[in-house]
């Protein structure tokens, strides 16, 4: 799925969104990137470094009008 936003706050809040759905709905993909999430989510510093670089990677991305 390609998102479009214009922060990165709004990029996280889609992806939530979309995330949550495909929780719902059963998606294995999903499912499975989740799981991975959590094992990151145990240590704070791994998520925050995470977290930190795909601000990084979208604050890179070129603006587009």
Avoid: C, I, V, Y
Wanted: no cysteine; aromatic share 10%.
């Amino acid at each position: 799925m390609e998102f479009h936003a214009n922060t990165f706050e709004e990029m996280a809040e889609m992806s939530k969104n979309h995330g949550m759905e495909m929780f719902q709905s059963g998606d294995e993909a999903h499912l499975q990137a989740m799981q991975k999430m959590q094992d990151l989510m145990q240590s704070p510093d791994a998520m925050k470094e995470w977290f930190e670089s795909k601000r990084r990677e979208f604050d890179a991305l070129p603006n587009s009008k």
